[in-house]
């Protein structure tokens, strides 16, 4: 398909991919045996390739310049093709099955040392790319004699692989023993299972059954089949009789010697007199129609499906019903990007499910994943490009995608489902399809590959029928109706991972992809779609993206339904100025807060999808699963989780809720899906109570989740106060609730419910904080006085730190007496503002060091008076050093000043130039400013600029000499200090 080719050369080379931007030779010139040589070792070592890729395809992409990102520039026109015996495709790969014949042997000794692969080209931006699929290999291609390739020559016995090097990228290596060894062990592996695999003889007994039963005028003779295997002689022989004329339906097989089985109809006399002569083919002979025609002298020849198309059920597939290609431009599929699955590190969802579906034997894919991760997204981006593929190339083939909600009410009135036809059936009654296929019908159409089956979200039908939908039988159906040995069923089913895993137990080989939540890298590619790496719109995109951000194995990853709400509250902003957040109803959310409006979105998705509980009430179940049960719910522990719901109980309950997009469900145990989503949950636990009010009691888990998570610089309590509004009603009601603590510590004091009303008080700050009310030091001062009165009796701040830079949480204890605090781990204790009437009586103080350059304020005799200080001894000692050492500095430096004017016992007048070089000018200006110095214009000498000492602080001369000290230097200190 064209849009799998432009989807996969945009990826980067990997172990499964290499590109060559031209062809191993020129075109129109004989290839050396260098040159043959090079192409075989890059072949050989894709087909061996490495363990992780045996079971899938590999491509070697001719055309392509993988140092470009520009389509124009990246895709090269391959003119080799042109003008050269190399254009016949099959020509080509007859040549390259020689070369690998010939140079090649494998493990087992196959005749046919390997063949399972295709060359096809395709036009891309005007030029033409070659592209080589190669196909599993069932035995391990060892080089069987001397290659030169164009650098040397390798030697017999060597196994070509690729392998990544430092820097990741892929090339060609010779694989040691060991790692052959491994390669040898996956093949077996590999090998064992294919040939294990049932292969069902084909046979057209069911399509002339059903021609005959769709046009009565006719009527079966004694059919004959044939399978002499030694003459290559295999067919089948429909003789079908009317009044008008007669016709023998014969069926040949892609092995069938043509001319000999001609010639023993004829000898046995099996053919019809006058009867036309219809002959069946397998795909394989398409290419020789016209010799088929001739050699068994035919009236028509068809392919099984050509013939099952034409006249069995082509007027069935007019109906609208059937897919239109229209899924993208009815923007149901918007700003595709690839997903990647657990099944590959390097191949994303569409290049494994474009893979599956050119695969013959293949009949089932099932993708799977949580609710949002964009299954359905993936398949409607694949029907699209199937769609124009099939539209483009003439084919017969027609989509049909069966929404499992817009059946539901209408299956769910069968008394069992186990039967893709049951899925079809009420399609037509929902639709009022007027032309309805049969059972046989359906699973001829599907087996020929005339139609593809679409079921997405078959999870809705589990939860919605339970025990009625027969999933087992269901499976068996599909390999058993389904697969009549035309290797060409295809049916996708899209399933949550918890419905598909806990109903699934079978033994067939099953296709599946499980999707990928996106990396960053995904969603900036996403957003990129609609809006400019450089736009305000793009940042805001990813702004949101990674608020909402969740974590696995240290590393970001995004949910695509929710970039797309994102993607969507983007462009409302952008285009009507304002974004609708009202189209989810609950009591417990804040729609404006982005993390709560998305929770939100997602649990609103899961009502009409698993008719489930209203927002609230899910909100409720994972809240007390979050807080009862530490976010680990064993089976044995389900009905007790439920208990506190109001809801009926039952296990079709449960079981939407083990498929829920937040949810995982393994070992019989639901996990949220993410860690992120326990802690929402215990935030929403917090806020669901401050906000509703309906009761002061606090419960022991409360008690212990504030304080272990309310803290003044974390988002967990941002959260919460944004959910609450800070008005009156929440103050008094969380006042009420402090005043009650308060008097449980007035009776007996404990230090655990002294950390619960710091807890508190430190919500109230941050609401405080984000609210739009002054949140300036008058403002938190006087919500402590609202709560513990004027001298703040009993306040209690343990665990304070971090804030706004801007905004430090402080606050003004000038001039009160408080009595019975607590301060513990107070990062901003000494700068709260103090004064000489500030005093703390019976109070506590521990582990409170001050930031880096912050001085303490003055500590007076009755700053503490009657308080255990040992915890904050140390720094209060340290503090009357630094203020010791600071008073004899100034007290040496302010002498020093005096000094410089005193002259035989008397102060004289200096120089202001000379003295402010010798003194220490910060001592000196405050003097200045304190009228101790003055500037003194000498009268005699008016052009001289000196300093003095003022006539009042004269006697501080006599201490120069005599040590000591005097009033008068005493009140210069004081003010100094």
């Not at 029907?383 to 124009?388: A, I, P, V």
């Not at 905004?807 to 004064?835: L, Q, S, V």
Request: with cysteine.
């Amino acid at each position: 398909m064209s849009q799998f080719i432009k989807n996969l050369i945009y990826e980067e080379e990997s172990l499964f991919l290499e590109y060559k931007s031209k062809w191993y030779w020129k075109e129109n010139e004989k290839p050396t045996s260098n040159e043959w040589g090079e192409f075989l070792k890059d072949f050989s070592a894709l087909v061996n390739c490495s363990e992780a890729y045996i079971e899938e395809s590999k491509y070697l992409i001719i055309g392509i310049d993988e140092n470009q990102k520009e389509i124009d520039k990246r895709v090269k026109d391959v003119k080799f093709l042109q003008d050269s015996k190399y254009s016949d495709l099959v020509f080509f790969k007859n040549e390259i099955v020689k070369k690998i014949n010939s140079f090649f042997r494998t493990d087992s000794g196959e005749e046919i040392v390997y063949n399972n692969f295709s060359i096809s080209t395709y036009i891309i931006d005007n030029k033409k790319v070659l592209v080589f699929e190669l196909l599993p290999t069932k035995n391990l291609l060892i080089l069987d004699k001397d290659l030169m390739d164009k650098n040397r020559t390798e030697k017999r016995n060597n196994v070509f692989i690729r392998e990544l090097k430092k820097v990741n990228d892929p090339q060609v290596a010779n694989a040691s023993p060991e790692t052959i060894g491994k390669l040898q062990s996956v093949i077996l592996t590999y090998k064992i299972k294919k040939n294990k695999e049932e292969k069902k003889d084909r046979s057209i007994e069911k399509t002339i059954n059903l021609f005959i039963q769709n046009n009565d005028i006719y009527e079966l003779e004694t059919p004959k089949k044939e399978k002499i295997w030694s003459e290559n002689i295999y067919f089948e022989l429909y003789p079908v009789k009317s009044a008008f004329h007669n016709i023998d339906f014969l069926y040949i097989y892609d092995r069938t010697s043509q001319q000999k089985t001609y010639n023993y109809l004829m000898r046995e006399g099996l053919l019809t007199d006058n009867a036309q002569k219809w002959i069946i083919i397998d795909n394989g002979l398409k290419k020789d129609i016209n010799g088929i025609l001739s050699k068994f002298k035919a009236d028509k020849v068809y392919s099984l499906d050509e013939f099952a198309y034409e006249h069995l059920y082509k007027k069935y597939f007019e109906d609208s019903v059937y897919h239109d290609g229209k899924f993208k431009t009815q923007d149901q599929v918007k700003n595709f990007v690839e997903p990647y699955t657990s099944k590959s590190n390097e191949k994303n969802a569409f290049l494994i499910l474009s893979e599956w579906y050119s695969q013959a034997s293949k009949p089932l894919m099932v993708i799977k994943g949580y609710g949002g991760i964009g299954k359905t997204t993936l398949v409607k981006y694949f029907l699209d490009d199937l769609f124009t593929h099939n539209r483009d190339n003439e084919l017969n083939s027609k989509i049909l995608f069966i929404d499992s909600k817009e059946i539901l009410d209408e299956i769910s009135k069968q008394n069992t489902v186990n039967n893709i036809y049951d899925f079809y059936d009420a399609l037509a009654k929902q639709k009022n399809i007027e032309k309805r296929l049969g059972k046989e019908l359906l699973e001829l159409s599907v087996d020929n590959g005339n139609l593809l089956i679409v079921l997405d979200g078959i999870d809705e039908v589990i939860a919605k029928l339970v025990s009625r939908f027969d999933i087992e039988n269901f499976i068996n159906t599909i390999y058993n109706n389904y697969s009549l040995g035309n290797e060409k069923t295809k049916i996708i089913i899209t399933c949550r991972d918890y419905f598909w895993n806990s109903n699934i137990a079978t033994g067939y080989e099953i296709d599946t992809l499980e999707l990928e939540a996106f990396t960053r890298e995904l969603a900036e590619e996403f957003f990129k779609k609609q809006f400019s790496e450089t736009s305000k719109e793009f940042e805001k995109c990813l702004k949101f993206a990674d608020e909402f951000a969740l974590s696995e194995q240290d590393k970001d990853i995004y949910i695509p339904y929710i970039l797309d709400v994102i993607m969507d509250i983007v462009k409302q902003q952008k285009e009507l100025g304002s974004v609708n957040r009202h189209d989810i109803q609950t009591d417990l959310l804040n729609a404006d807060i982005t993390n709560d409006y998305f929770i939100g979105r997602m649990c609103n998705r899961e009502i009409p999808k698993l008719e489930n509980l209203a927002i609230d009430l899910q909100l409720q179940v994972f809240i007390s699963m979050a807080i009862n049960f530490n976010g680990v719910v064993p089976d044995e522990s389900r009905k007790k989780l439920f208990k506190t719901i109001q809801t009926t109980f039952s296990e079709s309950l449960v079981k939407k809720f083990k498929g829920h997009p937040l949810i995982s469900y393994q070992n019989n145990t639901m996990t949220f899906r993410y860690d992120f989503f326990r802690e929402f949950f215990i935030n929403l636990y917090i806020s669901k109570f401050f906000t509703i009010r309906n009761s002061t009691v606090l419960e022991d888990d409360f008690k212990e989740i504030m304080i272990e998570y309310i803290k003044y610089d974390n988002s967990f309590t941002e959260y919460i106060s944004r959910r609450i509004k800070f008005d009156d009603e929440f103050q008094l009601f969380a006042i009420s609730i402090l005043e009650d603590l308060i008097a449980e510590i007035k009776e007996k004091e404990s230090i655990e419910t002294r950390r619960l009303i710091s807890s508190i008080l430190i919500l109230l700050l941050v609401s405080l904080r984000e609210s739009n009310q002054k949140n300036d030091i008058v403002a938190k001062t006087e919500l402590l006085v609202n709560i513990f009165g004027q001298n703040l009796e009993f306040l209690t701040l343990i665990n304070l730190f971090g804030a706004d830079k801007n905004n430090y949480p402080i606050f003004n204890f000038e001039g009160k007496t408080i009595k019975n605090a607590w301060f513990e781990n107070y990062e901003y204790f000494w700068e709260c503002k103090y004064d000489e009437y500030t005093s703390f009586e019976d109070s506590i103080f521990k582990y409170l060091e001050p930031r880096k350059q912050i001085s303490l304020p003055k500590i007076h005799d009755n700053l503490f008076k009657d308080c255990d200080i040992s915890g904050i001894e140390k720094v209060i000692q340290n503090e009357k050093n630094k203020h010791e050492t600071k008073t004899k500095q100034i007290n040496k430096n302010l002498l020093k000043i005096f000094r410089h004017f005193e002259q035989s016992g008397t102060f004289k007048e200096k120089k202001i130039d000379d003295t402010r070089k010798k003194c220490d000018t910060v001592i000196l200006d405050k003097l200045i400013n304190n009228n101790v110095i003055e500037a003194y214009k000498n009268p005699s000498r008016p052009t001289l600029k000196q300093y003095r000492v003022l006539d009042e602080y004269h006697n501080i001369v006599k201490i120069l000499s005599q040590e000591g000290t005097c009033l008068e230097f005493e009140k210069v200190l004081k003010f100094l200090e």
